[in-house]
DNA sequence: AATAAAACATGACAAAAGTCATATTTAAAA
DNA sequence: TTTTAAATATGACTTTTGTCATGTTTTATT
């Protein structure tokens, strides 16, 4: 097997070090370089081409949450996010920007290791709790809302309903009289047994009818 | 390291044999034995106390969906789903009912090795694929709707309209006149700077104000 | 060419939704 | 203990929505 190539990013002197540490004496690895914030993981990846980056999050400069989206935008390779805290709102971030993993940073080296060979081999790796917030998080498809049926023009009355649009401004938009958008309405309604527009907007966006 | 305990479950013999021989020859884990179904791993797992669960989805009798659920909810070890497609939805249903991992079955032994011990450390895995997915379908908080500022009432009235409930409705449910509901609304509509309950909605549901 | 189905339009009417002035209760502040 | 400010409640009134019956025009289909 060659050696993964490792980029470390983490403003933390004593986790830079220590990370390269653990990895330089393992012949499987070989750090190509560790910078202080995203932009200088970024050049280096330029020069080199690393497999894998170890990316912090809280960086000056540029965070990892934007290293993250240049490097997977520019194909310039995987990122690991190593962080100390598991703030959800940053996960889905860097999960969106194209983030292969996300741990926190009190793991074994061992364990660490282990865990950037999945992620080289093409297997995400996230922190248990965080899947489990991301499982609660995710909507089952409510497959609530179905489109068949629909003729385009009435998909456009619907969408511009869950938009909060009035009649008046549906009308404006779409170029028709109040009095068609009404009609419209009501055959929509009638067609999902729905009795307003607001039980309609809230059926499309969440795939619930009210009861 | 002490030994990793595993139970097998699978309805291909194949699969079945081939995992036992696998993890058989290695000295890192145990395998307590193999079932067909849900119901025959769990049964093994109830005389003995397995770490790790290599669960298929499809399965007679039992499958790997439900199993799962009995298992995290008995608390019986912690469980690897490996199968051969990945439908969102069972991906979802998995992780909803606390599976640890999914992935599907042609990795590589070693590879396959690597990702058990990460389970057994903590640490859930993904296909990466899937892992998109999940980010997918993960709304980043809007940050658009803010409760600050609203009285545990007004919540009451927010959330029953972006229910899709009518005023008469919610009046019932809160005991109060449809004509306070009105009231509440239109302080609230004033609060926002919206214009008809239809927005609130939409604003609640989504964090996007019509325009 | 005949048929059917969208798309679009009206107006009259009914039913909700939204506004506003006003009043009571409650909790906090002076 | 007043005083004040929220929170809560109500009804009269206006506006917006939704319903329905009806009709025209355009565009596919047969």
Redesign the interface.
């Known amino acids: 097997m060659d050696k993964i190539k490792i980029v470390i990013a983490d403003d933390s002197d004593f986790v830079r070090d220590g990370m390269r540490i653990i990895l330089d004496v393992d012949k499987d690895f070989e750090v190509l370089g560790c910078a202080r914030n995203g932009r200088e993981a970024i050049e280096i990846a330029k020069e080199n081409a690393p497999d894998i980056f170890l990316m912090d999050i809280q960086m000056p400069e540029m965070d990892g949450i934007e290293a993250t989206k240049y490097i997977v935008e520019n194909n310039l390779g995987k990122v690991l996010i190593l962080t100390t805290f598991d703030d959800?709102?940053l996960v889905?971030?860097a999960?969106?920007n194209?983030a292969?993993g996300y741990?926190i940073k009190n793991?074994?080296p061992e364990?660490l290791k282990?865990?950037i060979?999945?992620v080289y081999?093409?297997?995400?790796?996230?922190?248990?709790a965080?899947?489990?917030n991301?499982?609660?998080?995710?909507?089952?498809?409510v497959s609530g809302f179905c489109e068949d049926g629909y003729t385009a023009r009435e998909m456009d009355i619907i969408k511009a309903?869950?938009?909060?649009?009035?009649n008046k401004?549906i009308g404006n938009r779409l170029f028709i009289t109040e009095g068609t958008v009404k009609n419209y309405i009501t055959t929509i309604l009638a067609k999902e047994n729905?009795?307003?527009?607001?039980?309609?907007?809230?059926?499309y966006?969440?795939g619930?009818?009210?009861g």
Chains 1, 2 share one sequence.
């Not at 309903?161 to 009035?166: H, T």
């Not at 729905?194 to 059926?203: K, P």
Request: charge should be neutral.
């Open positions: 959800d709102e889905q971030s999960l969106k194209g292969k741990l793991h074994t364990h282990q865990m060979k999945s081999n093409g297997t995400g790796v996230m922190e248990e965080i899947l489990e991301l499982a609660k998080n995710t909507d089952v498809k309903v869950a938009e909060g649009l009035s401004e729905l009795s307003h527009r607001t039980a309609l907007a809230v059926y966006l969440t619930k009818k009210q």
